[in-house]
Structure formats: C-alpha cells, structure tokens
C-alpha cells in the first residue's frame, strides 16, 4: 500500500475519478484522493507549510519523493480540482481541505487552482459572499500569469476585492518591466492594460490608477517637476493697486412745467 501511494504522482486525473457509494452524496470520492494525498505526504515527512517534520522524515523525503514528483503531484491535485469542481455537492470544505493538502513549496504557479477555483464559483452561484471570498483567497494573484491575470480581472464571478488585488500586481508588473525596458513613462503600459479590461475591472482601473494614484515611477517624476516649476513660476507681489477711475455725472436739471 506505501509503495502504490507513493506512486500517486505519476496516476492521471481519470485514474482518481473513482465514483462514490452511499450514503456519499458527492458524484466522485474526493474523501479517499484527500486519503490518498494524506499518506503521501506523510510519507514525505513534509507538512502543509511545506516543512520537513525531522530529519528521518527528510531523509524519507529524500529517497522516495524528489521535488519534481511533489510539483506533479500538485498540477495533478489542482487537475482534479478543476474536475469535480463542477460537482453541485461538492462543499465549500472538502474543496478547501483539498487545494490546501499540497504545501506551498509544491504549488510555484497558481494558474491550475485558478482554474479549479472559476469552475466552482461558475457552477456554484448561490454561494455566500464569505464562503466565494474564502474559495478565492485560496490563490495568490502574485503566482498568476499574465493570461491569468488578465482572464481574473475580467471575471465577474470573483469577489471585488481579488479583482483590486490583481489589477494591483499587474499594474505594478507593467511598471517594472517598462522600467526595465528603458520605457520613460508607465503610462504606455497602463493605457494598454486598461483597454483588455471589462467595464466592471475598467471603472476600479480608472479610480486606483487614473484617478489619482500614481505608480512609483511616476510618482517620482511627478514630485521632481513639481518642484522645478514652483521655484520658477513664482512672480513677485505687485503692492501698487490699479487707480480707481471716477466718473462724473453731470447735474440734471427738473424742469417745470406750469399748465394755463
């Protein structure tokens, strides 16, 4: 059995889509894969924060799980996600404990759980504002591509508050490689982003970005020319006030009229 479960690596998606019996009410058994799971990687000696537990378990780790067998394990964990995801029985729960079975270490692109992540909330639509909140927060925006990111800033389904989180990242993204780039302004790159974004992900782009706030580049430039131009822009106080002119109005006289 220890032998098969260290094995479980290299199994495919289909292989884990293994139906459930009564009185189970999920489609798949998604509480034998997270069984799985659990033995492997106890048998890894390496716990959810990605921690060898001691020496004898990193030795284990060593010999019988190298780290690409841990990273393809991963992508087929988040694989599986993005299968029974679609599930309408599938609680908020049993997807939580199996996205966060993997440690951190094992997951360096967050792409796949993404994935996993838009297929529960898209078939999922009744679902509590916290309990969308603690499925999305199960990602890091800043371990999404491009794609990914560009793809989340447009979805309706995510909370509001993920969308500012990945517009945010992007934008600092662009920043750095225009910066890197030799580019002299970010505004280029921020105009190009603005334009692949929905109306929803528009309008929070148009109040972080161009409604004030200022990206660290531009910030810099910004306060350097303002204190250029301060110094010169001032012109002495003039004292003298402009003469008053004085119009003078000419008398006129009452005439009197006498009737005979």
């Known amino acids: 059995m220890d032998r098969t479960v260290l094995q479980l690596h290299k199994a495919s998606v289909s292989d884990l889509l293994i139906p459930s019996r009564p009185p189970a009410q999920t489609v798949y058994d998604v509480q034998l894969v997270q069984t799985l799971i659990g033995r492997y990687m106890s048998h890894a ?37 993005a299968e029974v995801a679609s599930d309408p029985n599938l609680s908020v729960s049993s997807f939580v404990d199996l996205a966060t079975s993997m440690p951190e270490t094992a997951r360096p692109t967050h792409d796949g759980l ?13 679902l509590p504002k916290m309990e969308k909140r603690k499925i999305s927060n199960l990602m890091d925006v800043r371990k999404l591509s491009k794609g990914a990111c560009i ?7 995510l909370p509001l508050r993920v969308v500012v989180q990945v517009l945010f990242f992007e934008q600092l993204r662009a920043a750095g490689a225009a910066a890197a780039a030799g580019t002299p302004s970010a505004s280029v790159a921020n105009q190009s982003s603005r334009m692949s974004l929905s109306s929803r992900s528009r309008r929070i782009f148009d109040r972080l970005w161009v409604g004030g706030a200022k990206l ?13 131009t301060s110094g010169s ?28």
């Open 45 to 81: 000696g390496v716990s959810q924060g990605g921690i060898f537990l001691n020496d004898l378990d990193q030795e284990m780790f060593e010999t019988n799980v190298d780290g690409e067998s841990l990273l393809a394990l991963c992508k087929l964990v988040d694989r599986y996600l």
């Open 216 to 228: 660290p580049g531009e910030a810099a430039a910004a306060g350097k020319g303002s204190s250029d």
């Open 151 to 157: 793809h989340a800033a447009q979805n309706d389904r």
């Open 233 to 260: 822009s001032q012109s002495p106080r003039s004292s003298a006030k402009p003469p008053e002119s004085k119009s003078s109005s000419s008398s006129s006289r009452n005439r009197r009229y006498s009737v005979s």
């Open 114 to 126: 993404y994935t996993a992540i838009d297929v529960y909330l898209k078939l999922h639509p009744g």
